[in-house]
């Protein structure tokens, strides 16, 4: 089970830091990614981190404003974000894959948490 928090209301230029929980059996986890959803448009790719390799992609919209990390003694993801803009705004999904093959693409992975909800006003 994937549990994602720390969505909330922020002004523009501002910090959030959502974090994404892994319950269960993790010790199979290859990567854990972040999307996020807009209303009427589709999920899209944020971020995305290995469990083990380190291997970190990030979505060119969000290079150098937000950055991934894990902590694997805690099984939990975290995703920083910084100056915020209101085309943030969105649903954050956090989501774990077991088989390798390329991070960004969403089929590509088994477990999905709920969302947290990211609101950038202007």
Do not use: H
């Amino acid at each position: 089970q994937l549990q994602a928090s720390g969505g909330g209301l922020v002004q523009a230029g501002g910090s959030l830091r959502l974090s994404c929980a892994a319950s269960g059996r993790t010790s199979s986890t290859y990567g854990m990614g972040w999307f996020r959803q807009a209303p009427g448009k589709e999920r899209e790719f944020v971020s995305a981190i290995t469990w083990r390799g380190g291997i970190i992609l990030y979505a060119e919209s969000v290079k150098g404003r937000f950055t991934i990390s894990r902590d694997n003694a805690k099984n939990t993801v975290y995703l920083q974000m910084n100056s915020l803009k209101p085309e943030d705004t969105a649903l954050y999904y956090c989501a774990a894959k077991t088989g390798s093959g390329r991070l960004n693409q969403a089929g590509g992975y088994d477990y999905w948490g709920q969302g947290t909800l990211v609101t950038v006003s202007s």
